[in-house]
C-alpha cells in the first residue's frame, strides 16, 4: 500500500502550497451540482483543432493527481495530450509549465485560463480531461466490506481517462504518468493494456515531462475550485457577522483540507455533527474524521426497538382480522355468490 498523504507531516510551506487561492480559476471540470451532490464525475475538453484536424498526428500524453491526502474535498485525475514535437517548445518554453507545487496560485489560475481561452496557442494544440473523485465516493469505496483501497480506485481512473482518449481517437504515442507507489509494477500493467504505446511511469514525473506537469496544473487547479464549492453551503450568509477572520478575507476557514493542517483539523471539530459528523466534503475513511467522531459518539447511543420473532401468525391473518369467524377460503379468495347477490 503506498503511502498517503494523510500519513505525512507537512511544514507551513507546504500546507500554504496546497491551499487554494480564494480567487482560484473555475474552469469548465467544475461541475457545482454534482459537486455539492458529492458525486464523481469525468469532464473532457474538446479535441483542439491541430490534432482535430489531422488525427494522424502522433501525440504525447500525461497524466497527474491533485488532492491524494486531503480528509477534506475531492481526489482529482488530469490527462493532458499534444502534438509531441510541442511538448518542450509550447509547454516549458513558451508558458514555462512545472509542477504545480512550484507555481504559485496564480500562475497555476492563470495558465489554466488561457488553456480553456478560445484562439490561443494552448486551446489550438492542447486537450485536456479530468476525473474527479469526491470525498463521499472514496470513503464509501475504502468502507465497503471488499474495500476498493485508494491505489486501486487511483489505477482505474488513469485506465478510465486514457481509454476515452484513445476511443477518440486520439493518435498517442508516448504516456508519462507520475506515480506515488512503486513505478515498475504500474507501468508493467499499463504495458500489458497498451502493448504498442511507449509507457514510462516514474516518480516526480510532473517536474520531469513537461506534458505531465501541464496535467499536474489542471488536476490542481480543479480540486482548488472543487474545494471552493464545497465551502459554499458553509460562507456566512450576507448581512450576518463574520466571525472568522479568514472568511472575510474570502479565504476557506478549513485551510488546506489536509489532515496536518491545524486549521483543517479546528474547522473539523467546530462542524461535527454527533451523530452524522459532516457533509458531502468530508473523507469518513480517514483516520483524523474516523477518531473525532469516535471520540464524540462516545456519549450518543441509539436505541431500537425489539421486535416480535413469533412464528404463530398464518397467512390469512394477513386478510382477516384474528377472532373473525367465517370461511377462510371464502375470505381469502371472495364471498360467495348467494340468491340475494345480483350476478351479471
Given at each position: 500500500?503506498?503511502?498517503?498523504?494523510?500519513?505525512v507531516q507537512m511544514d507551513p510551506q507546504e500546507i500554504e502550497e496546497e491551499t487554494s487561492s480564494s480567487d482560484v480559476f473555475m474552469a469548465p471540470s467544475i461541475i457545482k451540482p454534482d459537486i455539492l451532490a458529492g458525486n464523481s464525475y469525468t469532464h473532457h475538453s474538446p479535441i483542439p483543432t491541430q490534432i482535430s484536424e489531422d488525427m494522424s498526428k502522433e501525440c504525447v500524453l500525461g497524466v497527474d493527481e491533485a488532492g491524494r491526502g486531503p480528509v477534506?474535498?475531492?481526489?482529482?485525475?488530469?490527462?493532458?495530450?499534444?502534438?509531441?514535437?510541442?511538448?518542450q517548445s509550447l509547454l516549458a518554453g513558451t508558458h514555462h509549465f512545472d509542477d504545480s507545487k512550484v507555481l504559485t496560485p496564480q500562475v497555476r489560475s492563470a495558465l489554466m485560463r488561457k488553456l480553456c481561452t478560445k484562439d490561443t496557442d494552448l486551446y489550438d494544440s492542447c486537450g485536456w480531461a479530468t476525473r474527479l473523485l469526491s470525498a463521499r465516493d472514496i470513503s464509501a469505496h475504502m468502507l465497503q466490506p471488499h474495500q476498493y483501497n485508494l491505489n486501486a480506485q487511483a489505477m482505474d481512473a488513469t485506465i478510465a481517462l486514457i481509454k476515452e482518449v484513445l476511443a477518440k481517437g486520439v493518435n498517442v504515442k508516448e504516456i508519462y504518468i507520475d506515480t506515488i507507489g512503486r513505478p515498475e509494477t504500474y507501468?508493467?500493467?499499463?504495458e500489458r493494456i497498451w502493448p504498442t504505446i511507449r509507457i514510462t511511469v516514474a516518480k516526480k514525473a510532473?517536474?520531469?515531462?513537461?506534458?505531465?506537469?501541464?496535467?499536474?496544473?489542471?488536476?490542481?487547479?480543479?480540486?482548488?475550485?472543487?474545494?471552493?464549492?464545497?465551502?459554499e453551503p458553509y460562507q456566512p450568509r450576507a448581512g450576518t457577522e463574520i466571525q472568522d477572520?479568514?472568511?472575510?478575507?474570502?479565504?476557506?476557514?478549513?485551510?488546506?483540507?489536509?489532515?496536518?493542517?491545524?486549521?483543517?483539523?479546528?474547522?473539523?471539530?467546530?462542524?461535527m455533527d454527533p451523530v452524522f459528523g459532516w457533509g458531502n466534503e468530508c473523507r469518513f475513511s480517514w483516520s483524523t474524521a474516523k477518531e473525532l467522531l469516535e471520540g464524540k459518539n462516545a456519549d450518543v447511543k441509539a436505541e431500537w426497538p425489539v421486535e416480535d420473532d413469533s412464528n404463530d401468525l398464518r397467512m390469512t391473518d394477513f386478510f382477516a382480522a384474528k377472532g373473525d369467524e367465517g370461511d377462510e377460503l371464502a375470505d381469502w379468495f371472495g364471498k360467495r355468490v348467494t340468491e340475494e347477490m345480483e350476478v351479471f
Open positions: 500500500m503506498a503511502e498517503t498523504r494523510e500519513d477534506l474535498g475531492p481526489m482529482v485525475y488530469a490527462l493532458f495530450y499534444l502534438p509531441i514535437e510541442l511538448q507501468q508493467r500493467k499499463l510532473d517536474s520531469l515531462y513537461p506534458c505531465v506537469s501541464a496535467a499536474s496544473v489542471c488536476a490542481k487547479v480543479t480540486r482548488d475550485a472543487a474545494l471552493d464549492v464545497c465551502y477572520k479568514d472568511a472575510a478575507k474570502g479565504d476557506i476557514a478549513w485551510g488546506s483540507g489536509y489532515p496536518s493542517d491545524a486549521r483543517t483539523s479546528t474547522w473539523l471539530k467546530a462542524n
